[in-house]
Structure formats: C-alpha cells, structure tokens
C-alpha cells in the first residue's frame, strides 16, 4: 500500500481503524508493516492497537479528545467533571477525559492524551446526547445535570452542603428542574437528596442567600 493510497481511503480523517485498510490486494501482514513504517516516520500516531491518527499536515482536521474517547470504550459517554466543564457548569478545565461505561473501568494513556472510563449499571446508562465536537467528529456527553448526578453516585461518601458548594457550580448551566427529574428517574435515595440539596443551594446562590 502506497502512502497516497491511505490518504484516498481515510478521506483526510483525524483517526482511523486500520481494519478499514484490510480489504485490499496487499496482505494483512504487508499492511500492519506499512502503517508500522509510518508510524517511525511521524505521518501516523498509534492511539492504541488499531487505531491510529494521521499527523499533521495530512490530516484535515485534528483529532478531538472527546471523540477518541467514545471511540477507545464502546458504550461510553463522557461525564462527571469532564462534561460539566465542557458545559461550563464548573469553571476548571479538565486535564484527562472522563467517561462512564457499561462495561469494565480503566484508564488508557495515549499520545492524544489519558481517559478514565468508570463503570455505570446499565439502569443509569442515559441522560446524554450526541453531538458534533468537531467537523466529522461525533460523540456523546452528559447533560450537565446527568453528568452532576454521575458524579454523585460515583463518590463514595455521603452528599454534602460543602460538597456542593466546593465544585463552584454555576448555577445558569445546570436546570434544577430538570436534575430533580433526573434524580427521580433515577430513583435513587441518595441521588434524590443529592439533587434536591443541590437545587436549594443553586437557588439559594440565585437569591444570593448562600454564606460560608
């Protein structure tokens, strides 16, 4: 397989499988070989087995983190921290992507960056949307709400005020109403009163009523 070859299948694509370069006349091996030799001479990066990007400047776009993520672990979508920060419901960035799976947690380092995948029953696997993080590049995130709750099921201790107040929530990115009906469609005790004390205290900012 000849360089221009590749270009012409992935169509300029930020990543690919190299599953995709298997039908061919050239054999697996000779393939894997190849994509190996332009791994050495810096036209691909390996994100992990089998799933590369092209590097500048023969992408046409850069691969975004969101989208890897949803790619590395199927099903997954991207939640706690890391989605209320894209939703700008807490004011930090986040250095590594967060996401929540069905299936086995792990963190997976890659040159693109690390991601943390946490293990979700089934029963709460909802309360995300898909969406274009990039052109061509498509992935899921938490509502901000949902990403809240995520976030509270997952911490091992009880939901305080202090608690609460420390993620610095901004209080026009998060709809009460709708982390309440969350909480009950969730049904679950703690997440109720999670959200619940997490309504009174955005409304209570709102009025400017919170004090230390």
Same mark, same amino acid.
Do not use: C
């Given at each position: #397989?000849?360089?221009?070859?590749?270009?012409?299948?992935?169509?300029?694509? /930020?990543?690919?499988?190299?599953?995709?370069?298997?039908?061919?006349?050239?054999?697996?091996?000779?393939?894997?070989?190849?994509?190996?030799?332009?791994?050495?001479?810096?036209?691909?990066?390996?994100?992990?087995?089998?799933?590369?990007?092209?590097?500048? /400047?023969?992408?046409?776009?850069?691969? #975004?983190?969101?989208?890897?993520?949803?790619?590395?672990?199927? /099903?997954?979508?991207?939640?706690?921290?890391?989605?209320?920060? %894209?939703?700008?419901?807490?004011?930090?960035?986040?250095?590594?992507?967060? $996401?929540?799976?069905?299936?086995? /947690?792990?963190?997976?380092?890659?040159? *693109?960056?690390?991601?943390? %995948?946490?293990?979700?029953?089934?029963? *709460?696997?909802?309360? %995300?949307? !898909?969406?274009?993080?990039?052109?061509?590049?498509?992935? %899921?995130?938490?509502?901000? !709400? @949902?990403?809240?709750?995520?976030?509270?099921?997952?911490?091992?201790? $009880?939901?305080?005020?202090?608690?609460?107040?420390?993620?610095?929530?901004?209080?026009?990115?998060?709809? &009460?109403?709708?982390?309440?009906?969350?909480?009950?469609? =969730?049904?679950?005790? @703690?997440?109720? !009163?999670?959200? =619940?004390? &997490?309504?009174?205290?955005?409304?209570?900012?709102?009025?400017?009523?919170?004090?230390?």
């Amino acid at each position: #397989m000849k360089w221009h070859n590749l270009l012409g299948i992935v169509e300029g694509a /930020p990543f690919f499988e190299s599953s995709m370069l298997l039908a061919g006349r050239d054999s697996p091996g000779e393939v894997r070989r190849q994509i190996s030799r332009w791994v050495a001479a810096g036209r691909l990066v390996q994100i992990r087995r089998g799933l590369y990007a092209l590097r500048p /400047p023969f992408a046409r776009d850069s691969p #975004m983190v969101f989208a890897v993520a949803a790619i590395l672990r199927r /099903p997954s979508y991207v939640s706690l921290e890391s989605a209320l920060a %894209y939703h700008g419901a807490i004011p930090e960035s986040v250095p590594v992507v967060t $996401s929540v799976t069905t299936g086995r /947690p792990g963190r997976v380092e890659t040159p *693109l960056g690390t991601f943390i %995948y946490r293990h979700l029953h089934r029963n *709460l696997f909802w309360g %995300y949307r !898909e969406i274009e993080i990039g052109p061509g590049q498509r992935t %899921y995130v938490a509502f901000s !709400e @949902k990403a809240l709750l995520d976030l509270f099921h997952l911490f091992a201790g $009880s939901i305080r005020r202090s608690f609460v107040r420390e993620l610095r929530l901004s209080h026009g990115h998060v709809d &009460t109403d709708r982390l309440l009906q969350f909480a009950r469609r =969730a049904a679950k005790p @703690k997440l109720i !009163e999670a959200a =619940a004390l &997490t309504a009174d205290f955005l409304r209570q900012e709102r009025r400017g009523e919170v004090t230390l």
